[in-house]
């Protein structure tokens, strides 16, 4: 199959859709589990779902940067403007809060010494008073971060749908070639 010059690579594409699917399942848990479904085995069994696909996460997020960065495919600016600059800046507030809300995360997880799977937790470190404060700005990080997510993904559905431009058609999947492309 010829290899497309104007689409990322199949690895790019698949773990930036997975970060996203990650991020609002996560998300979506985090705020209204407590909401729909009663206390009990039932909500704890999905607490406990929200932190391995929490550690899941963190890791697919690693990847993606550590790929994005070393084989990843590299596309030419289409406009180096305002816009550009917008969308860099947005895209960096993106990944320092994603990693904030892993940070806040993780160390809840561990000040509660949360259960994962079955008979495996983790253990408790710290002191268990940090619980509340850790709860409070990791939820206040995911809501920030839903707003400058709502704008990327703004971003691109306009420059798609109004300006007919090229940047979500090379992230869609299907359209990728198999492995990264040299040069631009
Ligand atoms: C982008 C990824 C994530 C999002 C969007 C997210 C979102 C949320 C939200 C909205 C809450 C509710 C906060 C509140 O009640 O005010 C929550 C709770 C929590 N999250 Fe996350 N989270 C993410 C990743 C993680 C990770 C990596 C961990 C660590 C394993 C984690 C562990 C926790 C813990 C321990 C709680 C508190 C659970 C409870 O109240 O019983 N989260 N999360």
């Not at 995911?142 to 058609?169: E, K, Q, T």
């Amino acid at each position: 199959m010829p290899l497309r010059p104007d689409v990322y690579d199949r690895t790019t594409i698949t773990l930036h859709w997975l970060t996203v699917a990650l991020v609002l399942t996560l998300w979506l848990v985090g705020t209204f589990l407590e909401d729909v479904v009663p206390k009990g085995a039932l909500r704890s069994g999905i607490w406990s779902a929200h932190f391995v696909l929490g550690f899941a996460f963190l890791g697919v997020l690693v990847a993606l940067l550590a790929w994005r960065n070393t084989n990843g495919r590299q596309l030419p600016v289409e406009d180096p403007g305002a816009w550009h600059v917008l969308a860099k800046a947005n895209l960096a507030t993106l990944y320092l809060l994603l990693f904030v809300i892993a940070g806040l995360g993780i160390a809840n997880a561990f000040v509660r010494g949360v259960t994962l799977i079955g008979p495996i937790a983790l253990p408790q470190v710290g002191d268990p008073e940090w619980r509340r404060p850790l709860t409070y700005w990791h939820g206040i990080a995911a809501n920030i971060l839903m707003v400058f997510a709502f704008l990327h993904a703004s971003a691109a559905l306009f420059d798609h749908y109004l300006w007919r431009g090229p940047v979500l058609a090379r992230m869609v999947p299907g359209r990728a070639p198999a492995a990264p492309i040299e040069g631009p």
